[in-house]
């Protein structure tokens, strides 16, 4: 099969389009074609090398968490899918045999089926972004109808999900973005939008029962005089720091925490479920092809993504 391989780290002339052996499916997995797969900033910090301790494969390495497609074989332990269902899903990046491939091997807890109202473009951008906001909010933030909450980062691949998801699950939302993406972050639904150019949130008087830190560029210590007495402040960018930071907070009333992406069944069929009821859309503000993939990571990379940048797979 065709696949982007890596085969040291560095800079994106790295990336090579590359004939690698297929993939041979475990009995508990699915063999899928790729349709789609979406660019996560986890796939070119693992091509920078950032987590070269913590691969389980040497090179050379496949990229990429994200893929949507379609079943080609299935394993003789998986009961609930068929040759030819469409399905979306998520593989850890770090196994290093990922999804910016032709074909995909992923155990079948990690798939659920397309949702029927969504292209594989948009079923491909869901996985990593989605599931970080779910259970950010949902799980670690325990968001509830009446909350307040603040998503710094609002128009990006997370920040997206994480507006609509807020919004789904009740809270009133204040989404921080640049003075381009007003607009964008109030049509997906938020109640409030700041120009992180123009204000600073951590000195306005509003009191926060959630902040969510999609991008990793404020610390708990300063977001604390905005938070409730039992407020929570959730970071995606883990980091010893942050780690301590957690525990140091572990019994105290505000507290911060750290968040990792672990991949769980059941939450990808609440997005695809949410989808269905159109309370989640994907905003796919880019599509590229496999060829163009440096230029792909390159535009993941300048920090300043509106929703999701995908990469289309040519029809076998
Ligand atoms: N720990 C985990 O398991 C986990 C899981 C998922 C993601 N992450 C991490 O979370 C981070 C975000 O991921 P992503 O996919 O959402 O990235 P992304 O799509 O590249 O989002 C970047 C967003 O950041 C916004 N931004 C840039 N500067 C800003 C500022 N000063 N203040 C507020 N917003 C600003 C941009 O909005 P403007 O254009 O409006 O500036 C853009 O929309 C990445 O570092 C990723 O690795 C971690």
Same mark, same amino acid.
Request: glycine share 10%; net charge negative.
């Given at each position: 099969m065709k696949a982007i391989v890596i085969r040291q780290y560095g800079s994106k002339e790295v990336?090579?389009?590359?004939?690698?052996?297929?993939?041979?499916?475990?009995d508990d997995e699915l063999l899928v074609r790729i349709h789609a797969f979406a660019i996560n900033p986890i796939d070119w910090k693992?091509?920078?090398?950032?987590?070269?301790? #913590? +691969?389980?494969?040497?090179?050379?390495?496949? @990229?990429?968490?994200?893929? &949507?497609?379609?079943?080609?074989?299935?394993? &003789?332990?998986?009961?609930?899918?068929?040759?030819?269902?469409?399905? =979306? %899903?998520a593989v850890s990046s770090l196994r /290093?045999? /990922?999804?910016?491939?032709? @074909?995909?091997?992923?155990? $079948?807890?990690?798939?659920?089926t397309l949702p029927n109202n +969504? &292209? =594989?473009?948009?079923a491909a951008a869901i996985p990593t972004a989605g599931l970080t906001a779910l259970v950010a909010l949902r799980d670690m933030g325990g968001l509830q109808t009446g909350m307040d909450v603040l998503i710094n980062g609002a $128009?990006?691949?997370? %920040?997206?999900?994480?507006v609509q998801i807020a919004k789904f699950l009740g809270a009133y939302v204040t989404a921080i973005?640049?003075?381009?993406?007003?607009? =964008?972050?109030?049509d997906l639904g938020a109640d409030e939008a700041i120009d992180y150019t123009q204000a600073d949130y951590t000195k306005l008087p509003s009191r926060y029962d959630v902040i969510f830190d999609t991008i990793g560029n404020r610390h708990f210590r300063e977001s604390i005089p905005v938070l409730q007495p039992r407020g929570i402040f959730i970071s995606t960018m883990p980091s010893p720091s942050q780690y @301590?930071? +957690? $525990?140091?907070?572990? =019994? &105290?009333?505000?507290?911060?925490?750290? #968040?990792?992406?672990?991949?769980e069944e059941d939450d990808l069929w609440d997005l695809k479920k949410m989808a269905e009821a159109d309370q989640l859309r994907s905003h796919v503000e880019h599509i590229f092809s496999l060829e163009q993939?440096?230029?792909?990571?390159?535009?993941?990379e300048s920090h300043h993504l509106r929703g999701k940048i995908v990469i289309q797979m040519p029809t076998p």
């Open positions: 990336l090579e389009l590359a004939e690698v052996p297929d993939p041979e499916p475990e693992i091509r920078k090398g950032v987590a070269r301790w #913590f +691969m389980r494969k040497k090179f050379p390495i496949i @990229l990429g968490q994200d893929f &949507s497609g379609e079943v080609v074989s299935v394993g &003789s332990q998986v009961g609930d899918y068929e040759i030819g269902d469409r399905v =979306f %899903g /290093g045999e /990922g999804t910016y491939a032709e @074909l995909i091997a992923v155990p $079948a807890k990690n798939v659920a +969504m &292209s =594989f473009l948009e $128009a990006g691949g997370v %920040g997206h999900y994480a973005a640049g003075p381009d993406n007003q607009d =964008f972050v109030t @301590l930071q +957690m $525990a140091l907070t572990r =019994f &105290s009333r505000k507290k911060s925490k750290t #968040f990792l992406l672990q991949v993939i440096a230029e792909a990571q390159a535009l993941s």
